[in-house]
């Protein structure tokens, strides 16, 4: 297999085999998940998999519409609690496939599949470290892992709905594709509607007032606006004109031009700061979506981040957002797979990959205890959150 960029963490990785079992177990999982369609709101069987998956270890599941979870054996509320999160619905394929992507082909090291990558070997890594962990005694904390619904379309039936019946947690570790890089920042996001009214005419004489004209002068200036603050070379806001919808047919002047504007963001504005800025200088109506979603940070000398640096994880800011944004707690974003691959054609991730995975995740944990028990409160309200 080609080098990846993930390299500088597998000298360590290899230091802690994984069970081969549990790994065959782990990519069988995933191969029944691929076959499974799971689009966003429709995870049901996909939730049925992993149910009777985790049942068939004598675990205790709970369940909430198509949201999984459950708790190591040795569960002790005076522990603090960390939570094992990633998702089971993915986007729907694109045109692109050349191949059946609920087919879960493995050729030359990858598994091919729709949602292999996003997030599915992040899911049965995650899975196969909590079982890992699920029967110890000694543990500076406890486990709750929850296989959640709607991340691809941030919809309220996903984790945001279960996390009052999760109890008190302390961490999370968010499973999404980095390359195994631990993400200590993602950014936040926002999607706003807007609207260029017109007059209809005639196509063929000088008539009415083509709306999409009228939308022209502000898409240039969502394309050219740059916010001011920049961190490591990225502008802290970016903005981008994802959908145009105007017109009905060829003859007709169009009196209605609408365009949706996807917005990510750093922790440096908050939504509303943004929305000034929109507003003062886009002359023209606009709605902003519900649920938008928020920034974080985590601090770079908190236990997890520290962990994650002593076995070799490189870290970043995520350009993306996920499931972490509905988090109170401190939380980090790392998996196996590539984001570059998420939501392509012909998407897959190595195997080697999910076995660098389920080896990294056990190894964050069985270092970490001693370092909670040294911090044991100082850290829990240190997570940065713009509140928008």
Request: glycine share 8%; aromatic share 8%.
């Amino acid at each position: 297999m080609a080098k990846n960029q993930n390299d500088g963490i597998h000298v360590i990785m290899e230091k802690l085999p994984v069970n081969p079992m549990l790994f065959s177990k782990s990519v069988g999982l995933l191969q029944h998940l691929i076959k499974t369609p799971s689009f966003s709101g429709e995870e049901t069987l996909a939730a049925d998999l992993v149910e009777d998956y985790l049942n068939g270890y004598s675990i205790k599941t709970e369940r909430k519409g198509n949201n999984i979870w459950c708790f190591n054996k040795h569960f002790n509320p005076a522990k603090p609690t960390i939570l094992l999160n990633s998702h089971l619905d993915t986007v729907k394929p694109n045109d692109g496939y050349t191949n059946d992507p609920f087919c879960p082909e493995v050729s030359n090291g990858r598994l091919y599949g729709l949602g292999s990558n996003d997030a599915g070997g992040c899911l049965v890594s995650l899975i196969a470290a909590f079982l890992h962990f699920y029967s110890y005694k000694g543990l500076g904390f406890n486990l709750c892992l929850a296989a959640t619904a709607e991340e691809e379309n941030s919809g309220r039936n996903g984790i945001v709905s279960i996390l009052p019946l999760l109890g008190g947690l302390e961490l999370a570790i968010v499973g999404e594709p980095t390359l195994l890089q631990m993400a200590i920042a993602e950014r936040g996001n926002l999607v706003i509607d807007c609207v260029a009214n017109g007059r209809s005419g005639h196509a063929a004489r000088e008539e009415g007032e083509n709306a999409i004209y009228n939308s022209l002068a502000a898409i240039e200036w969502f394309r050219n606006y740059k916010f001011p603050e920049q961190v490591k070379g990225l502008s802290s806001v970016k903005m981008t004109v994802t959908t145009v919808n105007a017109g009905t047919q060829h003859n007709i002047i169009p009196a209605r031009c609408s365009f949706t504007v996807d917005i990510r963001n750093d922790d440096s504005h908050t939504h509303q700061q943004i929305l000034d800025v929109i507003k003062a200088n886009i002359k023209m109506p606009f709605t902003v979506r519900p649920s938008p979603l928020r920034a974080s940070s985590v601090p770079m000398d908190h236990p997890i981040v520290k962990t994650g640096i002593a076995i070799g994880c490189k870290t970043y800011s995520s350009p993306t957002s996920s499931d972490q944004a509905w988090l109170n707690i401190p939380s980090v974003k790392i998996g196996p797979g590539d984001s570059a691959r998420s939501h392509t054609a012909d998407e897959y991730i190595f195997l080697e990959e999910i076995k660098r995975g389920i080896s990294m995740y056990i190894k964050l944990l069985d270092m970490l205890p001693l370092m909670l028990i040294n911090n044991p409160t100082k850290y829990k309200n240190e997570i940065k959150y713009i509140n928008n």
